[in-house]
Structure formats: C-alpha cells, structure tokens
C-alpha cells in the first residue's frame, strides 16, 4: 500500500499554502492602499469645500459692511429710500371681483 503522506506531496502542500497566504496578505494591501488613496481623496474634496464656504462667508461679510452707508455720508432718507425700491414695481389697487352668476 502507498502512502499519502510523503515527504514530496507534504513540500507541494507547504508550498501551495504558502502562495496562498501571500496572495491573500498582496489582495489585504492593495485593499488598504485603495482605502487609503479614497481618504485621502475624500479629504482633498473636504478641504475644498470648507475653503469654498469660508470664501462665501468673508465675501459676504465684507460685502454687507460695504452696503451700509457710514455715519458721516451725506446720504438723506429719501435717497436711502430710493435705492431700497425696486425700479418698475407700483402697487396698484386690486379691481374689485366679479360677482358670480
């Protein structure tokens, strides 16, 4: 009778194993890799987006304080009101409704 376990088939065994533990660990670190390049990216994306509303933000911020008129300008109410009016829009008096048949 033949036995199975010889030393060449347990070398062929050791080897087939120890492939396979490496393919598995080179499959574990491209997977990392490939998480590491998503945080990065979505870090980049991040970043950008807190630079883009802390623009918006000191835009507006200077923007506000450059509309108001300071103490001291020669500005009168009436020109202050002429500027808030929409050029075009009067209020009208609604016609009175059509009674129903």
């Known amino acids: 009778m033949v036995s199975i376990f ?4 347990a070398a062929v065994g050791y080897i087939t194993l120890k492939a396979a533990s490496r ?5 574990r670190r491209r997977r990392s890799g490939l998480k590491l390049g ?3 990216g979505l870090g980049l994306v991040s970043v950008g987006i807190l ?18 008129p300071e ?3 020669a500005s009168t109410d009436a020109e202050r009101e002429d500027e808030s009016e929409i050029v075009g ?8 409704p059509i009674p129903a048949t």
């Open 6 to 9: 010889n030393k060449r088939n």
């Open 23 to 27: 393919a598995l660990e080179r499959r």
């Open 38 to 40: 998503v945080y990065i």
């Open 51 to 68: 630079a883009a509303v802390a623009v918006i933000a000191v835009r507006r911020q200077n923007g506000a304080a450059a509309e108001e």
């Open 71 to 73: 103490e001291g300008s």
């Open 89 to 96: 829009e009067y209020v009208t008096a609604a016609p009175e």
